[in-house]
């Protein structure tokens, strides 16, 4: 197992069989929730409640130090709290510990800041008592990993070879060790949350690759299983896991560096995973919130797609009943803004007029090639880049039969064309007050110099990439169509 273990302290689930009365005399006596931290020699006059929720953290409820008993903080509310990991804070907004809350939410913890873990009680709580054997376990063996870790360095800076060997062994058999045992806890407790949130970090065990008839072996089979059985130890249906640590960078990994990062393959690993979590409303809700805003705000091109496939798909289809009507406008209009400069979409044309006060069309250009260009003379880094693009044009132009259409975006008319005959650039500039759309918006231009990379036939191949990138993708664009032809495929 990867070491990503968390120290918290858990209030696991059992069943209890109670009569009806006794269930409704203890509603009565036992509402809400209330949690006493008693921590001795403590110099906080205020403590802070909080719980995570994806990658964040939440303010939830702050409790003053009790006058009579310095170090007791009690957190007190009507309302039960939502299942999940919560942070005790000092005054200071430093984490003092981590503790589960869930069905049991009256209970009190007592501990020393000399040793907040060794010296820790727990009364009202047997679960957290279980819990904290667990974690004096798991931080011993955590504590021998790093003597062992330390003694390896030793050994290698002192050249001793076969102690190395001998120390690795060790590290190897004491990080067996941790990991059996947090699988044996998960295995005797198998109705514990906390349990669940370990499952999520427990490894995939690959089975022996499969032999073929003729002998060969599938070189991409560990991959495909470890795909397949991502979430094999996760509770897909229990919303609980939102609200610790672990959970959004577990789908988050999934989507960075799982999958193939082919927007085909994204769009069907998205719909496969949100119709997993689809019977549970707040992991529903939640997985889609984060596939859109990971896919609006990627910065690998042509992500942009995978976001307005979501957003046709779930936003537009009223799926998403949650989202208010004036949240579900703004997001469908994105969406169709960013549908018309997709990867493989035909540019919109473009018709401003070039200095000699001409016409020029962005769509009747004869190159195999074209690079739209917005920028603006007067901007610092449009300074340093359009002469890049210059030198880039002049040496590639009848090599790669290309050509550029410079979109000045810079009201001065003479400031304009003055730059351009200082900068030597003897290509399509175009610029003014006149043009057929309103570029800033159909091209989603909030900041210059910005490159647009077109084919033949005008359809984007690139976007937002820099002068210094391009060589590497003509090279490598170039190989790709090499390749197609010589297959037959164009």
């Given at each position: 197992m990867k070491n990503r273990i968390i120290i918290l302290v858990s209030l696991l689930i059992f069943s209890t069989n109670y009569n009806l009365q006794a269930q409704k005399a203890n509603s009565k006596k036992k509402s809400g929730y209330e949690i006493k931290i008693h921590i001795k020699n403590s110099p906080d006059s205020m403590m802070y409640l909080a719980n995570y929720y994806g990658r964040n953290q939440y303010l939830k409820d702050s409790a003053k130090a009790d006058p009579k008993t310095p170090g007791l903080f009690v957190f007190k509310g009507e309302e039960p709290l939502l299942g999940g990991i919560y942070i005790l804070a000092s005054q200071s907004k430093v984490k003092t510990?981590?503790?589960?809350?869930?069905?049991?939410?009256?209970?009190?913890?007592?501990?020393?800041?000399?040793?907040?873990?060794?010296?820790?009680?727990?009364?009202?709580?047997?679960?957290?008592?279980?819990?904290?054997?667990?974690?004096?376990?798991?931080?011993?063996?955590?504590?021998?990993?790093?003597?062992?870790?330390?003694?390896?360095?030793?050994?290698?800076?002192?050249?001793?070879?076969?102690?190395?060997?001998?120390?690795?062994?060790?590290?190897?058999?004491?990080?067996?060790?941790?990991?059996?045992?947090?699988?044996?806890?998960?295995?005797?407790?198998?109705?514990?949350?906390?349990?669940?949130?370990?499952?999520?970090?427990?490894?995939?065990?690959?089975?022996?690759?499969?032999?073929?008839?003729?002998?060969?072996?599938?070189?991409?089979?560990?991959?495909?299983?470890?795909?397949?059985?991502?979430?094999?130890?996760?509770?897909?249906?229990?919303?609980?896991?939102?609200?610790?640590?672990?959970?959004?960078?577990?789908?988050?990994?999934?989507?960075?560096?799982?999958?193939?990062?082919?927007?085909?393959?994204?769009?069907?690993?998205?719909?496969?995973?949100?119709?997993?979590?689809?019977?549970?409303?707040?992991?529903?809700?939640?997985?889609?919130?984060?596939?859109?805003?990971?896919?609006?705000?990627?910065?690998?091109?042509?992500?942009?797609?995978?976001?307005?496939?979501?957003?046709?798909?779930?936003?537009?289809?009223?799926?998403?009943?949650?989202?208010?009507?004036?949240?579900?406008?703004?997001?469908?209009?994105?969406?169709?803004?960013l549908k018309s400069i997709l990867i493989g979409a035909k540019a919109p044309e473009l018709i401003m007029y070039d200095t000699n006060n001409v016409f020029r069309s962005s769509h009747h250009i004869k190159a195999d090639y074209t690079i739209l260009w917005f920028f603006d003379p007067d901007c610092g880094h449009c300074k340093v880049e359009t002469p890049r693009l210059r030198d880039f044009y002049n040496e590639n132009k009848k090599r790669l039969n290309l050509e550029v259409f410079a979109v000045s975006s810079d009201q001065d008319l003479e400031r304009w064309k003055k730059y351009i005959r200082d900068q030597k650039l003897n290509w399509i500039n175009v610029g003014g007050n006149t043009a057929n759309i309103d570029f800033f918006k159909v091209y989603d231009l909030y900041s210059t110099p910005v490159m647009y990379l077109l084919d033949k036939d005008k359809k984007i191949l690139a976007k937002r990439i820099s002068v210094a990138d391009l060589d590497n993708f003509f090279e490598q664009y170039e190989k790709v169509k090499e390749n197609r032809k010589r297959m037959g495929l164009d």
């Open positions: 510990m981590e503790f589960v809350i869930d069905q049991s939410q009256h209970f009190t913890f007592e501990t020393d800041t000399a040793d907040v873990l060794k010296k820790i009680n727990i009364k009202g709580s047997p679960e957290n008592e279980l819990f904290f054997n667990y974690i004096k376990i798991l931080n011993h063996l955590q504590n021998e990993l790093m003597r062992i870790s330390g003694e390896i360095k030793d050994a290698e800076n002192e050249g001793k070879e076969g102690l190395v060997k001998i120390k690795k062994d060790l590290l190897t058999e004491k990080s067996k060790e941790l990991e059996e045992y947090t699988k044996g806890f998960i295995k005797d407790n198998p109705d514990a949350f906390f349990s669940k949130v370990l499952a999520l970090n427990l490894d995939i065990q690959i089975p022996p690759f499969p032999v073929r008839e003729d002998g060969t072996v599938d070189s991409t089979f560990a991959w495909k299983y470890y795909k397949e059985n991502f979430w094999m130890h996760t509770d897909l249906a229990d919303d609980r896991l939102l609200r610790t640590p672990v959970f959004h960078s577990k789908l988050q990994r999934y989507f960075s560096e799982v999958i193939v990062q082919d927007n085909d393959s994204i769009k069907h690993e998205a719909s496969k995973l949100i119709e997993m979590v689809r019977p549970n409303e707040e992991m529903f809700k939640y997985v889609i919130w984060f596939l859109t805003n990971y896919y609006e705000t990627s910065k690998i091109m042509g992500h942009d797609e995978v976001f307005v496939f979501l957003v046709e798909e779930y936003y537009m289809t009223n799926q998403c009943f949650w989202i208010p009507p004036h949240t579900l406008e703004n997001l469908s209009r994105r969406a169709l803004q």
